[in-house]
């Protein structure tokens, strides 16, 4: 394997036939120029940016942040895919980094961020959050920098967003922030606080999660028997008119409605947390 392009120490670029391929290492390009030899032993990553632009901004990333900072976020993804047993998206490899050594600079300085969606995450993306706390703890290793839970939960939306092709990171954010209002006008409207920990936060949670992604995609939502619909809204209903204001919310946010079967199970999620609560 010869070297095409030296980018950094630890990153160059080899061709094969007409694919670009970038190979990282610890040293893996000290002293090296274009069509040396790489040792093999020094190999510890090889992948392909197929998207140009996204090539482009690699390359120009190496030139901006702190090497050891990419080498930290490659470790990040590498450990990702292993336990998701996936593939990342190509753009995780700017966007990870990028974000990660603005975080480290910024406890440098003393400023941390407070992730408002925190809780969302940890109940929807578990797996993800719990590869952004051994991502934080990794820092805090190889940087004595240690970074908040906060952090985690950025860096788990991060993961997420690169696992899922068909959604960008706006969208992600998007879906997150409206179940974060929609678990806020619950406590607002039955003067609760709901336990983030809870099994019953969790089910709603991943209900309207699934609620949220069949409206945006025009998918089916299963039927409710009319008289089980008039049952549960007159046995339940303060927790039906909440639910109500659910599916008013989440029209004026995504311009689409909630069938009336789904304030069904709307309904007997919320009621199930109205009574714990007051329990």
């Known amino acids: 394997m010869r070297i095409n392009k030296v980018l950094n120490n630890n990153v160059v670029v080899v061709k094969e036939g007409q694919e670009e391929i970038i190979v ?48 930290l976020a490659e470790q990040i993804i590498t450990y990702a895919e292993k336990k998701l047993k996936a593939s990342l998206n190509e753009h995780v490899h700017v966007a990870l980094a ?27 993306y578990p797996a993800e959050f719990e590869i952004g706390k051994w991502a934080v703890d990794l820092v805090f290793e190889k940087t004595g920098v240690r970074l908040p839970e906060d952090e985690a939960g950025h860096l788990a939306l991060h993961i997420h967003t690169a696992k ?43 209900h309207l999660n699934f609620a949220l992604r069949r409206v945006v995609e025009n998918e089916p939502f299963q039927d409710v028997d009319p008289d089980m619909h008039a049952l549960v809204k007159e046995k339940y209903s303060r927790s039906y008119q909440t639910a109500l204001q659910l599916r008013d919310h989440v029209k004026e946010r995504l311009e689409q409605a909630l069938p009336a079967s789904e304030l069904v199970y709307l309904t007997l999620h919320i009621q199930r947390i109205d009574k714990k609560e007051r329990s």
Do not use: C
């Not at 040396?36 to 020094?42: C, F, Q, S, W, Y």
């Open 24 to 71: 990282m290492g610890s040293g893996l390009a000290f002293g090296k120029r274009k069509n040396d030899l790489i040792n093999p032993e020094k190999i510890e990553k090889v992948f392909v940016m197929k998207d140009k632009n996204e090539y482009e901004k690699f390359t120009q990333m190496l030139k901006m942040l702190p090497e050891a900072h990419i080498s």
């Open 98 to 124: 990028d974000h990660l050594s603005f975080a480290i600079e910024r406890i440098k300085q003393g400023f941390s961020l407070h992730n408002k969606l925190l809780h969302e995450i940890k109940a929807l």
């Open 164 to 206: 899922m092709n068909a959604s960008t990171m706006n969208e992600v954010m998007n879906t997150t922030v409206i179940l974060h209002e929609l678990i806020s006008l619950i406590e607002n409207t039955l003067q609760v606080k709901v336990e983030e920990d809870s099994i019953s936060y969790q089910r709603l949670m991943t």
